[in-house]
């Protein structure tokens, strides 16, 4: 049977595929990830009171000035990090929830930096509620990056890369006889 092209006179793309369920439980737990990283700048950010206090005990030197600017310091950079993480963990979950296998990637990654900021940490003292949030986020990660390399993750982002680039493969090449 005769069917027409489209009126639109445009063929139609390839239909994408949904997500598989651990893509979709790594999407999840990403958002998740985000909330614990918000939580704790919140947390932080009521807590800020005790820095000075914390500050002036770790160099009893420092003059007023100098305390207040270490106060701005670290709430800048607390908020600001604190922000980037937010913004990561919503980018990574949207990317990889529509099948881009530079974002599975880049998560990887990020959980790799995270991984080694994590032990650094360790060896430093810190505050216990910090290092239970920190651990609970790494867990997060960890689960999510196991979650993003399964066997039908791998599958639904092979094949959107080939939806992706018209199904001729990353070289956009077409297929041939000596191929």
């Known amino acids: 049977m005769y069917q027409p092209y489209p009126s639109s006179g445009q063929m ?12 979709l439980t790594a999407v999840k737990l ?5 909330v614990v990283n918000g939580l704790a700048l919140i947390v932080g950010l009521a807590t800020i009171g005790n820095l000075r ?3 002036h005990r770790a160099d009893p030197s420092l003059t007023p000035t100098q305390l207040h600017n270490f106060e701005i310091f670290y709430l800048t950079l607390s908020v600001v990090t604190g922000l980037i993480g937010i913004g990561l963990w919503i980018l ?17 990654v990020l959980f790799g930096i995270y991984t080694l900021l994590l032990l650094l940490g360790f060896s430093r ?4 509620v910090g290092t239970l949030v ?33 199904g001729m493969g990353p070289s956009r090449i077409p297929p041939g006889p000596l191929q």
């Open 12 to 23: 139609p793309g390839p239909a994408r595929r949904e997500p598989p369920d651990s893509v």
């Open 30 to 34: 990403m958002y998740a990830g985000a």
């Open 53 to 55: 206090t914390a500050l």
């Open 92 to 108: 990574m979950a949207v990317m990889n929830r529509r099948g881009h296998s530079w974002a599975r990637i880049v998560a990887t």
């Open 125 to 128: 003292a810190g505050a216990a």
């Open 134 to 166: 920190s651990l609970l986020t790494w867990l997060i990660g960890l689960a999510t990056i196991v979650l993003l390399w399964r066997r039908q993750s791998s599958e639904y982002f092979n094949a959107q890369r080939v939806g992706q680039t018209g």
